[in-house]
């Protein structure tokens, strides 16, 4: 049974489900995946979530500081609360996220985008993965060298 700190999920309206087809806010979309891509060792996410980020405006301080977000001041509580999520949801043990996470989570945003930094964590997490499974180093990408992609 889940904690009531948990959200509780409505049901999909769409294949993916209504939670993944709403976007993150965009700082905690920065954080998280820049976190999540540099836990699972992917220079290419980290190359992809840092120039994304840079190109719509995020600080190169904030940037810079995102791996020791913990111990920074220029975040948010808010803003905390998304890469705490991020990093126990990369780094699942037996327990999966704590309820101490989610209960602030919780505090900061709604249903919505708590299913979408879930999905966040879940989508980035498989990409991190597969270009490091198959050594796909960073350095090379262009922001929007994707936009064709998804249309």
């Known amino acids: 049974m889940l904690p009531s700190t948990r959200a509780t999920w409505p049901a999909p309206t769409t294949g993916a489900g209504a939670a993944c087809t709403t976007p993150p806010p965009s700082v905690s979309r920065t954080t998280s995946g820049a976190r999540m891509s540099s836990s699972n060792g992917c220079g290419f996410c980290v190359d992809v979530h840092t120039?994304?980020?840079a190109a719509a405006g995020e600080t190169?301080?904030?940037?810079?500081?995102?791996?020791a977000w913990r111990h920074s001041t220029v975040f948010t509580e808010a803003e905390?609360?998304?890469p705490?999520?991020?990093?126990?949801?990369t780094r699942l043990?037996?327990?999966g996220v704590s309820d101490e996470t989610w209960a602030e989570v919780r505090e900061h945003y709604d249903d919505d985008p708590v299913g979408a930094l879930v999905c966040l964590v879940s989508l980035?997490?498989?990409a991190t993965r597969m270009n490091v499974i198959v050594h796909n180093p960073?350095?090379?990408y262009e922001p929007g060298m994707f936009a064709g992609a998804s249309s």
């Open 60 to 67: 190169a301080l904030r940037l810079n500081l995102v791996a």
């Open 51 to 53: 120039k994304q980020a």
């Open 93 to 95: 043990g037996d327990n």
């Open 124 to 126: 980035i997490n498989a």
């Open 84 to 89: 705490a999520l991020a990093e126990e949801g």
């Open 80 to 82: 905390r609360a998304a």
């Open 138 to 140: 960073g350095g090379s």
